[in-house]
């Protein structure tokens, strides 16, 4: 069983990645688990050129994304996983652009033009999401909707868990942060977190378990 995971975090060492760490380790928990994490701020590359190359139908480059730098090899790792993970933080109300741009060369080569619209990848692939954001709980649910909705669709049986109202700075005096409730934010990181992480590794365990029933 093969275990891909996917920060789309800049920085390596808070939130978001703390909780795909958490979901990887629920999966690689999983008896005959194998795999790896790849930090989308290490690679160059760019998104989607709307070159519909991976339209053509030629054998050597349908389904597959015609650009060739450091995202390529990640892209037939994601193809061949049978369980994917990918976390972002949330800038802007969207995810971050690199893990925007890594979804466009991962999503857009599995789906055709046909009329009836199958994915055309060889395999489903489950597919876990971790989000991350500084915003209230409700803020972004129908982002959150699309995006899952979307994986499900077009890689395989989607799921998510949420952290929100999340700790960034260490001391929020020190930033031009006055708008932000840093006592509630403190508690939430004391109590909450812990409790969002350990739903994270709920997830990647659940999803690898289900992978283990129907494949070996």
């Known amino acids: 069983m093969k275990i891909l995971a996917i920060c789309g975090a800049a920085n390596k060492n808070r939130n ?74 949330i800038y802007f109300g969207d995810i971050t652009g690199q893990t925007r741009a890594f979804l466009e060369r991962y999503l857009f080569p599995g789906i055709t033009y046909n009329k009836n619209r199958v994915p055309v990848y060889p395999k489903r692939t489950k597919v876990g999401w971790v989000f991350t954001m500084n915003a209230p709980g409700d803020t972004y649910t129908d982002l959150f909707n699309q995006i899952v909705s979307m994986t499900d669709r077009i890689i395989g049986e989607s799921k998510h868990v949420i952290a929100y109202h999340t700790k960034q700075f260490e001391d929020y005096s020190k930033y031009a942060a006055t708008m932000f409730d840093v006592d509630m934010i403190t508690k939430r990181n004391e109590e909450q977190f812990p409790k969002d992480c350990e739903a994270a590794y709920m997830m990647g365990k659940q999803l690898a378990a289900s992978v283990a029933r129907v494949d070996y």
Do not use: W
Request: aromatic fraction near 6%.
């Open 16 to 89: 978001t990645m703390t909780m795909l760490q958490h979901a990887y380790d629920g999966a690689m928990s999983v008896d005959g688990a194998v795999g790896e994490i790849i930090n989308l701020y290490d690679l160059d590359y760019k998104g989607c050129t709307g070159c519909h190359c991976c339209k053509l139908l030629d054998e050597a480059m349908f389904a597959r994304c015609a650009q060739v730098d450091e995202l390529s090899p990640v892209l037939e790792k994601a193809i061949g996983a049978d369980l994917i993970f990918i976390g972002s933080p």
